[in-house]
């Protein structure tokens, strides 16, 4: 049987670009969290900040050693640009999707899936935690 993780993140900027964190939550085939984690991350845009979350997050279920992950995020631009339906024109997003690209290829299957802002609590509470806390 593969290991399953469901992953759900977050990253937001205050100002676009301005001080930003990543929210992120993974979760085992009954929802229950395994480990989550918000964190500054410095100056940044709000799409900078939502790929990185993802990134973080991919790291941490490959080190977990996740199979299968299903990946949840409120940005649609991001996964749009992962499921290949938008192109990635932005200089600064390039490496970021180069990195989480190269990162998918560890795992059996991956999916991303756009959610609602209100479907994604959790990690947007862990990205405004980290933000208040820096």
Known sequence: MSKIIILRTDGGARGNPGPAAIGVVLEDEQKKVIKEFGRYIGETTNNQAE??????????????????????????????QLKREYKVKDKELAPLFIKIWN??????????HHIPREQNKHADMLVNKALDNN
């Open 51 to 80: 790929y990185q979350a993802l990134l973080a997050g991919l790291t941490e279920a490959h080190k977990l050693g996740a199979e299968e992950v299903y990946c949840y995020l409120d940005s649609e631009l991001v996964v749009k």
């Open 103 to 112: 990162l998918s290829q560890n795992f059996k299957k991956i999916s991303y």
